[in-house]
């Protein structure tokens, strides 16, 4: 996983912000969203529901993406994921 730092670094083909959303929204975003991303692009996940720290990272691996890692910010956290197919 990548460090905050290189996290905050990462220039994202999309950013989805589902903050303010309850389980299984930000998942159900995300799912829509990656489709929209080439191949090897980065998406950032903008989440205050903290079970989507959780359900992000499976689901990536699940569907061959790579989860690259989260930051937590001041009520959400910011996933990030790269497209791997």
């Not at 999309?14 to 692009?41: N, S, W, Y």
Request: a positive charge; aromatic letters at 6%; proline letters at 7%.
């Amino acid at each position: 996983m990548a460090t905050p730092e290189e996290l905050s670094a990462l220039v994202p083909a999309r950013q989805v912000d589902a903050r303010g959303t309850a389980c299984p929204g930000p998942l159900l975003e995300a799912k829509r969203a990656i489709t929209g991303i080439p191949v090897g692009g980065v998406m950032e996940v903008l989440s205050s529901d903290a079970s989507t720290n959780n359900d992000i990272p499976r689901w990536a691996v699940k569907i061959g993406h790579e989860y690259l890692g989260s930051i937590q910010e001041a009520g959400y956290w910011r996933i990030f994921v790269k497209r791997g197919r």
